[in-house]
């Protein structure tokens, strides 16, 4: 069985600071990790994966991810928030080597104060 | 290339009513999915299929019937429509074993 869990399901940070949203997952294999972006009436789109290789796994528009075993973590970052960057993110766990069984969090809404 | 489409892009049904949400890709992708998405909830798998010829049901099958009519296209049928039903739609497909879904826009159906 596998799951993901997203603190905070909105986060607010300012224009130019520091983007930390945050997942955990559970998993009985080792897994597969993914961050997607859903941006207002769109469908999602893929940030970044990790699938054993580097641990840091840098993504598109500037964020990335840290892959962190023992804390069972994948936490998305960007140094620095723009405008743009407000979306609804996803967390989504897969066992290692299947594209079935994609389960996803719940999602964190991203807003971006001027 | 258009990638992952949907159609149609909204529907309003009343209970008890069917339809047939349709979708397409172009990117020679032996996996499909249909997911539903509600609010607070994330995105839900209802049925999947990893090749053609091939359908498997997800976490939330009830009250919905696919078909993978090919390897490009992939429907969802809801039989007798219910306000639990009232959602949007996405569907995605991948490479076997990639993990890497694409999404289409979704439809956002309304069952009153």
């Known amino acids: 069985a596998q799951s993901v869990t997203q603190l905070g399901s909105h986060v607010s940070v300012s224009e130019g600071a520091l983007v930390l949203l945050r997942c955990n997952y559970s998993?009985?294999?080792?897994?597969?990790l993914f961050w997607y972006v859903q941006y207002p009436n769109q469908g999602l789109q893929l940030l970044l994966k990790?699938?054993?290789?580097?641990?840091l796994v840098k993504g598109i528009n500037g964020f990335e991810a840290e892959f962190k075993k023992s804390e069972t973590s994948f936490h998305l970052t960007k140094p620095s928030a723009h405008m743009s960057d407000a979306a609804e993110y996803f967390c989504a766990v897969s066992p290692a080597g299947s594209a079935r069984q994609l389960t996803f969090g719940s999602g964190t809404q991203l807003t971006v104060l001027p | 290339n258009a990638g992952v489409t949907q159609t149609p892009k909204f529907q309003v049904l009343k209970t008890g009513q069917s339809m047939t949400l349709q979708c397409a890709q172009d990117?020679?992708?032996?996996?499909m999915y249909w997911y539903r998405q509600d609010p607070g909830m994330g995105l839900r798998l209802i049925y999947y299929?990893?090749?053609?010829?091939?359908?498997d049901k997800g976490e939330v099958p009830n009250g919905y019937n696919v078909s993978r009519l090919n390897k490009r296209e992939f429907s969802l049928r809801l039989e007798s429509a219910a306000p639990s039903q009232t959602s949007v739609y996405f569907c995605?497909?991948?490479?076997?074993?990639?993990?890497?879904?694409?999404f289409g826009p979704g439809t956002r159906l309304t069952v009153t």
């Open positions: 990790y699938t054993s290789a580097a641990t």
């Open positions: 990117m020679n992708h032996n996996s």
């Open positions: 299929s990893a090749s053609e010829g091939t359908t």
């Open positions: 995605a497909s991948s490479e076997l074993g990639s993990g890497e879904q694409y």
């Open positions: 998993s009985s294999v080792p897994p597969y």
